[in-house]
């Protein structure tokens, strides 16, 4: 059974271990071809790029036997698998540091398409779509707004913003953002907007209003070269 210890070793390695602009080209690639299980490395690389090794400490907010930083227990019986991952975006999380080390640990062994010019096209117009959404949209809006420029379902472009939240490209200015800093657990956790149907968004994105708009220097800095 994998302890709090050994699993905060392994994704503070697997970050160390990523290339970051490899991981962009997969999530850029895979625009057009749904090749999902390389999109997830993005955003299990954003949540983790501050990610530090630290000791266990119990929740000031929430279970006592959760960690108020990671949100791991001392020990756990489950281990992640490669099924996980081909099963992303259901059932999986970003901020569960479980399955984000699994999938950075495990990423130089899947198939990456790389972008083309449909997906260097698809990518301009979701920005496109969001940078043009007015001040008073909402998540329902912003999801919207991505059909027919994004293959797929609901939940995956749901996937996506959530994605782009972590990244703080699209974060209200008085949230943090993972591209700040590690966002704890309990902090994550405890930040729940007033509209119970937001709260089935993750952290930061689900305080996002048309307001907010879009981060445009960390679009630059993690998408720059493909727009």
């Given amino acids: ?31 057009s071809t ?8 993005f955003g299990s690389y954003v949540v983790l ?29 489950r281990v992640e698998t490669e099924e996980r991952v081909l099963n992303y975006p259901s059932q999986t999380h970003h901020t569960s540091i479980q399955y984000s080390a699994y999938d950075l640990s495990s990423f130089e062994r899947r198939h990456i398409d790389k972008p083309g010019p449909k997906d260097l096209q698809m990518l301009r117009d979701i920005f496109a779509s969001l940078r043009s959404l007015p001040a008073e949209a909402q998540l329902a809006d912003m999801i919207k707004s991505l059909q027919g420029k ?13 994605t782009f939240g972590y990244a ?44 907010d708009g879009v981060n445009e220097s960390l679009v630059t800095k993690y998408f720059g070269k493909y727009l």
């Fill in 1 to 31: 059974m994998p302890t709090h210890l050994e699993l905060v070793a392994q994704a503070a390695q697997a970050v160390a271990n990523t290339d970051p602009d490899a991981i962009a080209q997969a999530f850029v690639g895979s625009l």
């Fill in 34 to 41: 749904r090749n999902l299980p390389a999109r997830s490395a």
């Fill in 49 to 77: 790029q501050n990610f530090v090794a630290h000791e266990f400490r119990s929740s000031e907010q929430f279970s006592k036997l959760g960690c108020f930083y990671c949100g791991l227990s001392q020990e756990t019986k």
């Fill in 150 to 162: 994004l293959p797929g379902n609901k939940l995956e472009r749901m996937k996506l913003l959530e």
């Fill in 168 to 211: 703080g490209i699209l974060c209200p200015r008085d949230h943090d953002h993972y591209s700040g800093g590690f966002v704890t657990s309990d902090d994550a956790n405890s930040r729940q907007p007033g509209e119970f149907y937001k709260r089935e968004w993750a952290y930061p994105v689900r305080f996002w209003t048309g307001r």
